[in-house]
């Protein structure tokens, strides 16, 4: 594999990767901790609570369209500066 195409590649690693801590972060520092974190303490983890332990479906749905609206936001930005589709004619 050439080196344009792996740098191609770190992107959706790094998305992976980061959307995997911003959820497990928060428990590890809450047990950590011994409970000082609060279990809301990212918004990954409000809209967790907010369906599964308070049952309030529609405020975990808001929140949930909201960071996916924030994260495409984010990656279109990243792609649109990047250049990471352009292709070099030579």
């Not at 809209?47 to 369209?65: L, T």
């Not at 609206?69 to 250049?83: D, F, H, I, M, T």
Request: net charge positive.
């Amino acid at each position: 594999m050439s080196v344009p195409y792996q740098r191609a590649a770190v992107p959706p690693y790094t998305a992976f990767a980061a959307g995997t801590q911003l959820f497990v972060e928060p428990r590890l520092l809450q047990t950590a901790s011994l409970g000082r974190v609060s279990p809301t303490w990212s918004p990954n983890q409000l809209a967790y609570v907010y369906a599964f332990q308070q049952g309030d479906f529609n405020g975990a749905a808001a929140i949930s369209v909201f960071l996916l609206v924030l994260g495409l936001l984010c990656a279109g930005l990243l792609v649109w500066r990047s250049n990471m589709f352009t292709l070099d004619e030579k």
